[in-house]
């Protein structure tokens, strides 16, 4: 089952992992991120999530600022202002799943938590100071159109995930936004680094 959450803050920081001391962002969300927040909707084990797309919706913008981080004192960032995108996202069921655990039982579940705005922690977008507004599209909402609709990006080498989420390895893609839209490859690509 495929869904589009609109997703937007005022703040993000999605961290690069080169960069030691200072937080610095990305200057768009990683596919990581993106399934961190479905799964902070709903994400039990028996099902994982794929992210299929995301599109920037709003201007790349980005400044240096001071941020508390997770109680450890204070941290130089660079981080993304008012941010948008429109992710979709697909869930396959694991091999945890057993006769309950059906596909539409879990996309209803799925459709009801964004709705009612519970989730199993609150979404964010990349540190846990920034929240998520998020909003569920359905199948006949028109999307929203990126800023860079008619433009491509080169966003560089981007975290996708850790490989098939079960180990620490993390693996890295080159990522470009075609008309502000990112393709992901699907999870058994050949073009991740690691």
Not at 24 to 33: E, L, Q
Not at 123 to 129: D, N
């Amino acid at each position: 089952m495929v869904f589009r959450l609109l997703i937007r803050g005022d703040r993000a920081c999605f961290r690069r992992p080169e960069f030691g001391a200072d937080l610095v962002s990305y200057d768009a969300m990683p596919p990581v991120a993106a399934r961190n927040i479905f799964q902070a909707i709903h994400g039990p084990p028996s099902i994982r999530w794929a992210i299929e797309q995301i599109t920037i919706l709003h201007p790349i913008r980005s400044q240096w600022t001071i941020v508390e981080h997770r109680g450890a004192g204070t941290r130089r960032a660079n981080i993304l202002l008012d941010v948008g995108y429109l992710v979709t996202g697909r869930f396959d069921l694991t091999a945890v799943a057993d006769t309950a655990d059906t596909a539409a039982a879990h996309a209803g579940l799925f459709r009801r938590r964004v709705r009612q705005g519970r989730y199993h922690h609150p979404p964010f977008l990349g540190l846990t100071e920034f929240p998520a507004v998020i909003r569920l599209l359905d199948k006949d909402d028109r999307p929203p159109v990126s800023h860079y609709a008619s433009e491509s990006i080169d966003l560089g080498w981007m975290i996708y995930d850790t490989r098939n989420g079960l180990d620490h390895g993390a693996r890295f893609f080159r990522a470009s936004a075609v008309g502000g839209t990112m393709t992901i490859p699907p999870i058994d690509s050949s073009e991740f680094a690691s």
